[in-house]
């Protein structure tokens, strides 16, 4: 098999080759028959620059699918919410402090979730296969589903009556 039809086959089998931290993935685990695996392993440094060569939109849409992988210390959770704001700085047209667009070159966009995926794994961020894959199965089983929501603060009032669960 040549590296472009590893990939291929990978793809067919419904999963994805990724590189995280120098190393040659896939996803969901399991899905490699022997000879594919072998293949892969064979050609793991030609599919890793083919990866690379990918267009950006493929690009962005790997990152995106990796980062639903981390994990981080709890602790860790203000600073993501700062690296949040400035992903989110990055991806907007500014005029005199005041966003005017979203940003459409897919290089940027792409330069932004590389640095962004950089900086998780910088604060501990750690990619967990098994909640990878259980995003997949979910993600799979639902289509358009979203995994989390983010609901506006409830004013104190509206909080009478309900007691915290931590103490």
Avoid at 64 to 90: D, F, I, N
Avoid at 125 to 130: K, P, Q, T, V
Wanted: some cysteine; charged content about 25%; proline content about 7%.
């Amino acid at each position: 098999m040549t590296p472009a039809e590893v990939i291929a086959e990978v793809h067919r089998l419904g999963g994805e080759l990724v590189v995280i931290e120098g190393g040659l993935k896939v996803r969901p685990a399991g899905i490699l028959t022997p000879e594919l695996k072998r293949a892969a392993q064979e050609h793991a440094s030609e599919i890793k620059a083919l990866l690379a060569e990918c267009d950006p939109a493929s690009e962005v849409l790997a990152i995106l699918g990796r980062l639903k992988g981390y994990t981080l210390p709890a602790s860790r959770m203000p600073q993501v919410g700062e690296l949040v704001a400035r992903l989110s700085h990055a991806l907007v047209k500014w005029d005199d402090g005041e966003p005017v667009d979203e940003v459409d070159d897919p290089h940027q966009i792409c330069a932004a979730l590389k640095s962004f995926e950089r900086e998780v794994i910088a604060i501990g961020g750690e990619f967990n296969c098994e909640l990878a894959e259980a995003v997949i199965l979910i993600e799979n089983a639902f289509p358009g589903g979203r995994l989390v929501g983010v609901a506006p603060r409830m004013p104190s009032a509206t909080l009478k009556g309900y007691r915290g669960i931590e103490g």
